[in-house]
C-alpha cells in the first residue's frame, strides 16, 4: 500500500473489509457490490474515453481533432493541490505503468509521446466492421527515431486479436509504403483493401470496438510544441 492510498483502508473498513479480517458479506451486500462493479467501470470508461473537455492534460490539437494526450496522470498521480483523480482513473483504465519519460508533452521532449483515440472525425466510436483511413504526412518530423500506430480493443485494452498477428502500422514497420503524394495511408478493415501493401493495413474484427495510440519515440521539438503541421489528423470512415 503506498502512502498516497492510505485512505482507501478507511473507504473500505464500512464495507467490512479490514486487513486481517475475514470479509464475510451478506447477500444484500454481494448485490450492491456486484452492482458496484458494473457501474464503476462504466465511469471508469466515461473518464478515460471522454477526456477532451474534462482534463485538461489531455487535450491536444484543435476543436473537431478527435486524439487526446494519453498519459492523463502525473507519474507521482498528484496536480495541484489534490491527488490526481480522474487521470489516474482515466490512464490506469488501460495502462499498466507510468513514468516521466511517457509524459514527452511535459518533461521536454524526451524519451515518448503517447496519443489515444476512440472515434472517427465525426466523433463516432470506431468500430471493427467498419474501414477507416488515418493519413499521415510522409514529410512531418514526429520523432527522431520512429512512431507508431498500434490498435487495441475497448472491451480489455489489449492489443487487438486479429488473423493477420499484427497490430501495428508506422515509420518502423518494414514495407510500408507511400502514395504517389508522398504521404502515409493507413487502412483499418476486416478486409484488406484491394492495392493496399500488407504493411499499410491493420485487420480489425466485426462486432468488436478498437481504439489506438499513437506512439512518438524521441518525439521532434515541433510534435511536442503542437504546431500546426504536427497534429496527427483524424480517421476517415470509407463509405
Known amino acids: 500500500m503506498h502512502e ?20 464475510e ?25 471522454s477526456k477532451t473537455g474534462r482534463l485538461q492534460q489531455s487535450e491536444y490539437g484543435s476543436e473537431g481533432n478527435r486524439w487526446e494526450i494519453a498519459s492523463a496522470s502525473t507519474p507521482e498521480q498528484n496536480r495541484y493541490y489534490g ?19 511517457m509524459h514527452g508533452m511535459e518533461n521536454g521532449g ?5 496519443l489515444d483515440n476512440y472515434r472517427d472525425g465525426n466523433g463516432n466510436g470506431l468500430d471493427g466492421g467498419k474501414q477507416y483511413t ?13 512512431w507508431t500506430v498500434t490498435v487495441y480493443n475497448v472491451e480489455d485494452r489489449a492489443i487487438i486479436n486479429n488473423k493477420i498477428k499484427s497490430a501495428d502500422v508506422g515509420s518502423n514497420v518494414l514495407g510500408t509504403q507511400k502514395n504517389d503524394s508522398g504521404d502515409y495511408v493507413f487502412h483499418f478493415s476486416p478486409k484488406k483493401p484491394k ?7 491493420v485487420q480489425t474484427n466485426p462486432g468488436e470496438n478498437w481504439f489506438v495510440y499513437f506512439g512518438a519515440y524521441s518525439p521532434s521539438k515541433g510534435f511536442v510544441a503542437q504546431k500546426p503541421e504536427t497534429i496527427v489528423p483524424n480517421f476517415v470512415e470509407v463509405k
Open 134 to 146: 488515418l493519413t499521415i504526412d510522409g514529410d512531418v518530423n514526429y520523432a527522431k527515431t520512429f
Open 195 to 201: 492495392g493496399v501493401a500488407e504493411a499499410n493495413w
Open 4 to 23: 498516497r492510498d492510505r485512505i482507501m483502508h478507511d473507504m473500505l473498513r464500512p464495507l467490512g473489509i479490514e486487513k486481517g479480517k475475514p470479509f
Open 25 to 49: 458479506p451478506t447477500d444484500r451486500q454481494k448485490k450492491i457490490l456486484e452492482e458496484a462493479t458494473v457501474v464503476g467501470e462504466i465511469m471508469a470508461k466515461n473518464i478515460d474515453f
Open 83 to 101: 491527488m490526481d483523480l480522474d487521470g489516474r482513473a482515466a490512464w490506469f483504465y488501460e495502462a499498466v505503468t507510468n513514468d516521466i519519460a
Open 110 to 114: 524526451w524519451g515518448q509521446v503517447y
